[in-house]
């Protein structure tokens, strides 16, 4: 059974930093390209960013660019997202997604991925 086990979510401070993690489990994830969204309460999901299969290639929504950087180790078949300089409105539900329909591309929709994690809660505040 494939899936994606998101952590490392927590509540943090305006200005702290996270590094979020994205297991696989069932199948490996270095022909997959994965994504990171995020859904705060009454607002739409948003794509954050995405890496291609191979880790060579990034995209990375406006709204955390320069605050955030996705990676991955295929040998550990985990990806990661390090989140820094966290304001309250990075506050939300992220996930992870993975699929092998197309390329790690801008603008980040959700409509390119088939699999996806249950979550995990970033909250920032004071």
């Known amino acids: 059974q494939l899936q994606l086990v998101e952590s490392g979510g927590s509540l943090v401070q305006p200005g702290g930093s996270l590094r979020l993690s994205c297991a696989a489990s069932?199948?490996?994830?270095?022909?997959?390209?994965i994504a990171w969204f995020r859904q705060a309460p009454g607002k739409e999901r948003e794509g954050v960013s995405c890496?291609?299969?191979?880790?060579?290639?990034?995209r990375t929504a406006d709204s955390v660019k320069g605050r955030s950087t996705i990676s991955r180790d295929n040998a550990k078949n985990t990806v990661y997202l390090q989140m820094n300089s966290l304001k309250p409105e990075d506050t939300a539900v992220y996930f992870c997604?993975?699929?092998?329909?197309?390329?790690?591309?801008?603008?980040?929709?959700?409509?390119?991925?088939?699999?996806w994690g249950q979550g995990t809660q970033v909250t920032v505040s004071s």
């Open positions: 997604a993975a699929t092998r329909r197309g390329a790690c591309r801008s603008p980040i929709s959700g409509s390119q991925y088939d699999y």
């Open positions: 069932g199948f490996t994830l270095n022909t997959y390209v």
């Open positions: 890496i291609n299969s191979s880790g060579s290639s990034t």
